[in-house]
């Protein structure tokens, strides 16, 4: 199994910020039910785009050609996109991405054709329930492996009212945005609970808009999707991504000077809550023309409420785990159903380093300390917390090994490569 030793050393300089993975599913999907050329540039080849991109070419959707930036090595997209669909392939093998599932899922539901869905790795048992019970109610036809992957799906989706509970993935909430506007009447999706992750649904609806379709929020916490609209093609460019760059912020304050580059300033970016936490511990955090540098800081315990950013949960644990004081984190119960069981993995692998972390049901308390001693960790397959281990060696003692750290490579396949770039002292070694 491929793993990594790190050795502990601060990390300095600029990092150009990966693209927003949670914006390039979006647009790419956009751009494939847009009649005619769409243009979507600055992507990275992750997993979960590559897996996004196989289910667009499923359908029918025709990638035209692909430019490399020399520089960055991100991609631009020529995407021929049309609809109705024409389904090529009548199985979708969405990888370890949950966006790809529970995007596609309703979009699929639109053609009337026996198409079925596969996954792997957690993905397989994660929940789908929401869509399960639109199904038993419209009559539309399913089939699962006892509620897990592989799904098979046949029907036709019927305009009308959606109730969704606003407290678990928002990802169903988009996935019925991106197909909702194609049915030939108009459609409500309610909340009937709290909308948690509100800025996931905001940046739904704001890529939606850059392709001509109108998304209402109403009053009463409900989505008003007017029927028989059309997708217009044209131009997008994919903004940094604060997810990703929260990793740097948090490795700047730990112990270095580190400017992250390409990150819009007003963004819907719900991990831009980043530079709140890091704010409010105390960190010292600057905008600058380019981007927004961290330095080397002593922070402070605070309260994180995760329920609107659970993404950034491992790497805000670990400046937890090594700021003055206890940080609780709350409102995070989803997270035992990511990647991984997050607050149980993250938990489990910062305490072999030496931290002091207690779980709790639904978050974390996190005794800060100066240092961490080091140690073997697992990654647990899981993206974030390969990187949120890779950024608390910085503070260790003594080296850090980390075990199946190609895990990156599902959001950020070129993370060990930026991670040298900025200093760091990365060997990659194999072990049975």
């Known amino acids: 199994m491929k793993c990594v030793k790190i050795i502990p050393k601060s990390l300095k300089g600029s990092i150009e910020t990966p693209p927003s993975k949670s914006i390039s599913h979006r ?16 992507i990275e080849f992750s997993k979960d785009i590559e897996a996004t991109l196989e289910g667009m070419k499923a359908l029918g959707i025709k990638l035209l050609e692909t430019k490399e930036n020399s520089d960055t090595g991100r991609h631009s997209l020529t995407i021929e996109g049309g609809f109705p669909l024409k389904v090529m392939q009548d199985q979708i093998d969405c990888n ?5 599932l529970r995007f596609f899922i309703p979009i699929a539901v639109l053609l009337n054709k026996n198409i079925t869905f596969t996954g792997r790795g957690k993905l397989v048992e994660r929940p789908l329930d929401v869509y399960y019970e639109i199904f038993d109610r419209q009559g539309i036809f399913y089939e699962t492996n006892q509620g897990k992957l592989p799904l098979k799906v046949k029907g036709k989706l019927k305009p009308g009212i959606f109730p969704v509970q606003g407290d678990i993935s928002s990802q169903f909430i988009s996935g ?21 992750s509100r ?46 760059a929260a990793f740097w912020m948090v490795a700047g304050i730990l112990g270095g000077d580190i400017n992250c580059m390409d990150l819009k ?20 955090i600057q905008n600058t023309f380019q981007g927004i540098r961290t330095i080397k800081s002593d922070t402070k315990a605070m309260v994180i409420d995760a329920s609107q950013c659970p993404d950034i949960v491992p790497i805000v644990t ?13 409102n995070a119960e989803r997270l035992r159903i990511k990647e991984s069981d997050r607050l149980k993995a993250i938990a489990t692998e910062l305490n072999k380093l030496g931290a002091n972390i207690k779980e709790l049901k639904d978050g974390l308390i996190i005794e800060g300390r100066k240092k961490l001693r080091g140690g073997v960790v697992e990654s ?14 910085i503070r260790c003692e003594q080296p850090v090994t980390i075990v199946n750290s190609d895990a990156v490579n599902k959001s950020y396949p070129k993370f060990w490569e930026d991670y040298q770039k900025l200093g760091g002292q990365v060997e990659e070694i194999f072990m049975d």
């Open 27 to 42: 647009a790419i999907i956009c751009a494939g039910l847009a009649n005619g050329i769409s243009k979507v540039e600055n």
């Open 96 to 100: 370890e991405s949950g966006s790809t």
């Open 176 to 196: 019925l945005m991106l197909a909702l506007p194609l049915l030939d009447a108009s459609s409500k999706i309610v909340m009937t609970t709290p909308l948690e």
């Open 199 to 244: 800025r996931y649904v905001d940046l739904t609806i704001e890529v939606l808009r850059k392709f001509g379709i109108d998304v209402k929020k109403e009053k009463d916490s409900s989505f008003l999707i007017k029927g028989s609209q059309t997708y217009k093609n044209g131009f997008y460019r994919i903004e940094g991504d604060y997810s990703q």
């Open 265 to 284: 300033k007003n963004s819907l970016q719900a991990d831009q809550a980043i530079v709140d936490i890091i704010t409010k511990m105390s960190g010292n």
């Open 318 to 330: 670990v400046l937890g785990a090594l700021s003055n004081g206890t940080t609780k984190i709350t």
């Open 380 to 393: 647990w397959n899981d993206h974030r917390i390969a990187m949120s281990l890779a950024i608390a060696a």
